[in-house]
């Protein structure tokens, strides 16, 4: 079955540093992944998405992720955080034996940015 | 621009009360899921549709039913809702993979 680690549940930074958001995932065939964010009181937007094109991947608001399949990991970063950027991040795989429709999300990682 | 609402942001409701809540979409698109989210869980799938009428069950469907009478409409139902349904509902529509999501419903069962 398909599955996603994320290794970090919280990441504190300080604003204008880098963003490292950690994530394996599991996965029988080749899957496709995403990275979605939730803001406070908002509903999840789509920041990137890997679907078997180009493994690096670049999305919304400065984020990118990379896809790596030998270490089965898909990195979610950012050059310079911005106090904006706070918010909770998830990673998601879909895909292969569960079905191309269906999502399977992390545990999500919050981020949070100080000034 | 792509639009998934649901009926109510915030919701309460007494043990053993039938509760519904709904999801429209305005994007014509055939697959729509219902979710719920939880403090370190994260999302967890209730029940999905991937057409009027179809409905297969998630990882967690027990407690819960689903009713798609309309493509653009996905009601989710508790049946007889307990303190272990009090959560974050969201709600969820594809064409191609990608997912929109609605605002959420905070569910509060007393």
């Known amino acids: 079955a398909q599955s996603v680690t994320q290794l970090d549940s919280h990441v504190s930074v300080s604003e204008g540093t880098p963003v490292l958001l950690r994530c394996n995932y599991s996965?029988?065939?080749?899957?496709?992944l995403f990275w979605y964010v939730q803001h406070p009181n908002k509903g999840l937007q789509l920041l990137l998405k890997y679907t078997s094109a180009a493994t690096l991947v670049k999305g919304i608001n400065g984020f990118e992720a990379e896809f790596k399949k030998s270490e089965t990991s898909f990195h979610l970063t950012k050059p310079s955080a911005h106090m904006s950027d706070a918010a909770e991040y998830f990673c998601v795989v879909t895909g292969g034996d569960t079905g191309f429709q269906k999502l399977v999300f992390g545990t999500g990682t919050r981020l949070l940015v100080s000034p | 621009d792509v639009k998934v609402t649901q009926s109510s942001r915030y919701l309460v409701k007494r043990t053993g009360e039938k509760v519904f809540l709904e999801c429209v979409q305005d994007?014509?698109?055939?697959?729509m899921f219902w979710y719920r989210q939880d403090p370190g869980l994260g999302l967890r799938l209730i029940y999905f549709s991937y057409d009027v009428k179809m409905k297969e069950k998630g990882d967690i469907p027990e407690g819960y039913s689903v009713s798609r009478e309309k493509k653009e409409r996905f009601s989710l139902i508790l049946e007889s809702a307990s303190t272990n349904q009090t959560s974050m509902y969201l709600c969820a529509s594809s064409r191609a993979g990608e997912q929109y999501f609605g605002p959420g419903t905070r569910l509060t069962v007393t």
């Open positions: 996965s029988s065939y080749s899957p496709s």
């Open positions: 994007m014509d698109h055939e697959n």
